[in-house]
């Protein structure tokens, strides 16, 4: 019967995960386990759609249930996508590029779901020829960090589900045991339809204006002359900032590894601009400053 089809209309790619989760038998409840598993699993799609943002944001990565074995609740996942680009529905290059390369970024990133954003950065530059080198002339770049410490967060909070219960990925370069870990509190990403979006990285001094001192990672520097806000994604700097209280007075300045997103709406008119604080490198004070700390 053509109502009954429940055929998935996608194309296969090369690639296959296990999510394994042990549980009690006799002693779990079954929507637990089963609504934890389709929580990960939907954590899982939303970071290889992170993965994909920089090739093609029509791309929807999607697992496709190969197999459910014994023993613990162990899901074998294949990667397929809805929505590939004509050009490349055929290309079995293309298609094994892409599995390879969701394999591998989930297998790095997944190590660390509470990695903070320097560390990020530094499992993306493992990926960034993973990108250049994607059959055909054109490469691709990484995505941005913010949305990986998005993406992250939500395998986070899915793993939530499963207090004191193991909660295993494995794939073809090893297994990987996600941790119990508090999610940072989530970043809600804009519409990507019918936007455009512009991503600078670079190493910069941003003087300070305003810290932050109750926590909320956002302060206020002046760049080019003006003043404006700044996310701070280096927790670990952050954290550290906060429970010694290192001094920081009106002109210090922060050596920072940095990444800038622009937003364009259909007509190319700059609709945001978000600057993020990869990593702070060190404090600058001036020199009469210093002196006179000294």
Known sequence: MRGMDRTLDVEKVEGEI??????????????DVLQGAIALVDSLDRLDHVLL???????EPVSVLNDIEKSSLKLLLARALRSVPDEHLHNPDWKKWIGALLVKGKHLLLQRI??????????????????????GLVG???????DIQGALDDVAKARARFPRQPVQIQTEFGDIDLPETLPAPSMVPIDPD????????GREFFKIKQPDMLGQAQW?????????????????????????????LPGDS??????ETITYDDQQNEIDRRL????????????????LLG
């Open 194 to 201: 019918r936007l455009t979006y512009v991503v600078n990285r």
């Open 18 to 31: 296990a999510l394994v989760i042990k549980y009690k038998p006799g002693e779990s409840h079954a929507i």
């Open 276 to 291: 993020a604080i990869i990593e702070v490198i060190r404090v600058v004070s001036p020199p009469q400053q210093r002196n």
């Open 140 to 146: 691709y770049e990484p995505p941005r960090i913010a």
């Open 220 to 248: 206020s520097v002046i760049r080019n002359g003006r003043a404006v806000r700044v996310d701070i994604l280096h927790k670990a700097w952050l954290d550290d900032y906060h429970a010694r209280g290192m001094p920081l």
């Open 114 to 135: 509470d990695a903070d954003a320097p560390e990020i950065q530094r499992t993306i530059d493992q990926l960034t020829d993973d990108y250049r080198h994607a059959p």
């Open 53 to 59: 943002s920089s090739v093609d944001t029509r791309l």
């Open 254 to 259: 922060l050596e920072c590894q940095f990444e």
